[in-house]
């Protein structure tokens, strides 16, 4: 890992302010954070200033942007020196940043680095021509086509020291390059090309439609009316014959009661039937009856039972009636039902 340094003062700038374009970006952006928060635009501000200097950040275009922010000038600089992507010295016209960490380094990224100093020097100065400067930084999440470098704003992957430089090359001459991999795999399958997933039916819908018509010709071959309607098109049929939504698929279904004591008082008749003890108990036990039903049926049956002065009316799970709290009648050994203020 490279140090984090700032130039030299003799390559600092003595100024730094935003064009009248790039201050109105960088407004733009502390707007996106409520008030109070306008420090979490410190990334994008450092990127577009370094981007306004030539691809590196001076000590002055740091402190602009602290000062724009309103935070503490060394607030800045450390994000400004923990960041790879931002250059502290002046770079070359290509930026080469070339991944040094482990899955890199075990697929080549040290011979890439020899090849790198051999070539322009020491990493963190400019070449000779101004066109190169590279430094080594950490993963730069392309582990799968290893080993790799970001140039400017770019990736190149899977490279060897010879794909590297016709690379450099290409670049200075101002010649195309292919950005990605160099040796020719779409994004990140395995070398030499995909192994799984390659049949072109599993894409092209021939395979699905192969099983739907062979379903629908053995239906056809059945000769039933339901199997010519079968040998149409799904669309043609669903057309035809659209299956009706059903309201209560995946829900618990309550299921209405068609005699219950309300409903047969609200039609004029006896709300309580000679039958109903049966029916009351059984519309406990219905898991999918509603309760209120449930419990409408067991008061009417109480209610009936009383009258009666008896149980007999009651459902067997019912708690039997409390003894009254006064009067003669009451048993001297049962206990006393609690009353207000006990
Ligand atoms: S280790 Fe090099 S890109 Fe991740």
Redesign the pocket.
């Known amino acids: 890992m490279a140090n984090r340094r700032l130039a030299p003062a003799a390559a600092q700038p003595q100024t730094f302010a935003f064009s009248p374009e790039n201050a109105e970006w960088a407004q733009g952006q502390i707007e996106k954070y409520p008030e109070g928060r306008q420090a979490s635009a410190v990334i994008p501000l450092l990127w577009k200033a370094q981007e306004q200097n030539g691809g590196w950040l001076p000590r002055a275009a740091i402190e602009a942007v602290a000062d724009e922010l309103g935070m503490p000038h060394i607030r800045v600089l450390e994000v400004a020196t923990f960041y790879t992507m931002f250059a502290l010295e002046p770079v070359g016209r290509f930026w080469i940043q070339l ?7 075990s697929c080549g ?1 040290r011979e890439l680095k020899d090849y790198l100093q051999r070539r322009l020097g020491a990493p963190g100065h400019v070449s000779a021509d101004g066109n190169f400067s590279w430094l080594e930084v ?6 799968c086509n ?3 470098a970001q140039i400017n704003q770019d990736y190149y992957e899977d490279l060897t020291p010879d794909l590297l430089g016709t690379l450099m090359d290409d670049l200075a001459a101002g010649r195309p390059v292919k950005v990605g991999s160099q040796v020719g795999r779409t994004s990140s399958e395995p070398l030499g090309g995909a192994e799984t997933l390659t049949d072109a039916t599993l894409f092209d819908g021939s395979r699905v439609g192969a099983w739907r018509k062979r379903f629908e010709e053995k239906d056809a071959e059945d000769g039933s009316e339901a199997g010519r309607a079968e040998a149409a098109s799904s669309e043609q049929r669903a057309a035809v014959e659209p299956k009706p939504a059903r309201p209560d698929a995946g829900r618990a279904v309550g299921t209405a009661a068609t005699d219950a004591p309300a409903q047969r008082s609200a039609g004029g008749e006896t709300p309580v039937k000679s039958g109903d003890t049966t029916a009351a108990t059984e519309s406990t036990v219905q898991p999918n009856r509603p309760a209120h039903a449930a419990s409408e049926a067991i008061a009417k049956a109480e209610a009936a039972g009383s009258e009666a002065g008896t149980q007999s009316a009651l459902p067997r799970n019912a708690p039997p009636p409390q003894p009254a709290t006064s009067g003669a009648s009451v048993d001297a050994d049962a206990p006393a039902a609690p009353t207000k203020g006990n």
């Open positions: 991944c040094g960490t482990v899955p890199c380094d990224a950490e993963c730069l999440g392309a582990c290893a080993p790799m």
